[in-house]
């Protein structure tokens, strides 16, 4: 079983930042991706940023240019680095993995959440 511990939301100003990890552990062989989601009230969770194991990035269109997301292998560790917050990321943001367990297994886990409120 592979477990997910965000941390690093709270409450910011409009055009602040805030930086939230996520630390995966429990029986991983291999993590083939992190990503960020988020849900709004009231609206269906979506992609923020994803990372593969190589580095490679997919960000959304709405975050572009403000987020930065990245990835410490030998940690299994996901940062999202949140800058120039607007209003409209006020969310509550998941964390997700996927990979192979000890058992060679695919797995696919998601945090808790944390939520995120940007005040205007």
């Known amino acids: 079983q592979v477990q997910l511990v965000e941390s690093g939301g709270g409450l910011v100003q409009a055009g602040g930042s805030l930086r939230l990890s996520c630390a995966a552990s429990?029986?991983?062989?291999?993590?083939?991706?992190m990503a960020w989601y988020r849900q709004a009230p009231g609206k269906q969770r979506e992609l923020v940023a994803r990372?593969?194991?190589?580095?490679?990035?997919n960000v959304a269109d709405s975050v572009k240019g403000r987020f930065t997301i990245s990835l410490d292998n030998a940690k299994n560790t996901v940062y999202l680095q949140m800058n120039s917050l607007k209003p409209e990321d006020t969310a509550v943001y998941y964390c997700?993995?996927?990979?192979?367990?000890?058992?060679?297994?695919?797995?696919?886990?998601w945090g808790k959440g944390t939520q995120v409120t940007v005040s205007s």
């Open positions: 997700n993995t996927d990979g192979l367990n000890s058992d060679l297994r695919a797995f696919n886990s």
């Open positions: 429990g029986s991983i062989f291999r993590i083939n991706a």
């Open positions: 990372i593969t194991s190589s580095g490679s990035t």
